[in-house]
């Protein structure tokens, strides 16, 4: 099995290889990105000669980081279990709009706050309902004549490089008020996303895909070493595949872009919310621990850290009502000469 990944070890951070409990690194010069835009066949063949000619490191011995800086991050929302019940929890509402059956929906989400298992995740300013999004989320590789553009879903099935765990952190009670506007999330989303423990090559999946493309590969989230929800991937609504290629059309997709699955049924706190008609299990607080668990992929764990303690909102002023320049008390002298 080949795992990419990146990690912190004696005052430096590595890019490499992961195998048999130990790391190891990539000569000067290569790094994850390098491999994604060197595509899956080559950089299988890097792994076999890395692995034949580096000196490893226990992996005990690293802190392992997100395993890529992605260019894009596209979260859809492709478990209909999830729909449902977050819906419930959101709007009040049961049920799944007819519209979800029409075609993947997915928003962007922040590269830029991206974050590696065993780090810390503060809860942001003026939210008290912290969650958590369990997801599975493919990342594209170079595809050797491909430009990446309005692909088929069997051109954007060789696109896939690999795949990740990704927990999509959420502060619910920012979330429902921004997304009443019918735009986002924004504040409720961006503060941070968990990708790891590492990039698992497609290659090693090829064999689970059922006829259709799915993957039956379990998930699982655990607060504070109690099971919270389980679920299967293969539950999509879609297959990676067609995911990907819905993201290309009129567009394109990148090596280096990240494509989140959606939660899956019963993986977060807010679905259960709307189920249960309470909040229960409660929000996340500081101290609690997240563990989220797939088949094929491993485990990544992040603590709950302290909330900043800030105002962050802006009211809109009031409007003026008129849209004369000169009720803004703007004048205009024109002198003749």
């Known amino acids: 099995m080949v795992k990419i990944a990146r990690w912190n070890h004696d005052g430096g951070t590595y890019e490499g290889f992961v195998g048999d409990h130990n790391c190891y690194a990539l000569a000067e010069g290569r790094s994850v990105q390098y491999l994604l835009h060197a595509g899956l066949e080559e950089t299988l063949a890097i792994a076999a000669e890395t692995f034949r000619s580096t000196a490893p490191v226990p992996l005990q ?22 729909v449902e019940g977050v819906r419930k ?5 049961a049920g799944v709009v007819a519209e979800w059956y029409e075609a993947p929906t997915f928003y962007f989400t922040n590269p830029h706050t991206v974050t590696g298992t065993g780090e810390v995740i503060g809860i942001p300013a003026g939210s008290s309902e912290l969650d958590f999004e369990t997801e599975v989320a493919a990342v594209v590789g170079h595809v050797p004549g491909s430009d990446g553009r309005n692909l088929t879903a069997a051109d954007a099935h060789r696109h896939i490089f690999g795949y990740t765990i990704l927990n999509d952190w959420s502060a619910r009670d920012l979330q429902r008020r921004e997304m009443k506007v019918s735009l986002g999330p924004c504040k409720g989303k961006d503060f941070a996303n968990t990708l790891g423990p590492w990039i698992v090559t497609a290659d ?19 607060v504070n070493g109690q099971a919270i929800g389980q679920d299967l991937l293969s539950n999509m609504g879609w297959p990676f595949a067609e995911l990907v290629a819905y993201a290309s059309q009129d567009s394109v997709v990148r090596p280096g872009d990240v494509l989140g699955s959606g939660t899956c049924g019963s993986g977060c706190l807010a679905e259960l919310w709307g189920r249960n008609g309470a909040k229960t299990p409660p929000p996340l607080k500081t101290g609690d621990s997240v563990r989220m668990t797939v088949e094929g992929i491993g485990s990544i764990l992040n603590a709950v850290g302290e909330r900043r303690e800030a105002v962050t909102r802006v009211p809109a002023r009031n409007r003026p009502g008129s849209k004369e320049r000169g009720s803004h008390n703007v004048r205009e002298t024109v002198t003749n000469h």
């Open 204 to 222: 090693e999946f090829e064999h689970l895909h059922d006829h259709q493309g799915f993957l039956p590969l379990s998930m699982a989230v655990e």
């Open 89 to 93: 929890s959101i709007d009040g509402i």
């Open 61 to 82: 011995d690293v802190q392992l980081l997100a395993p890529l800086l992605p260019g894009t991050i596209r979260d859809f929302v492709a478990f209909e279990e999830h």
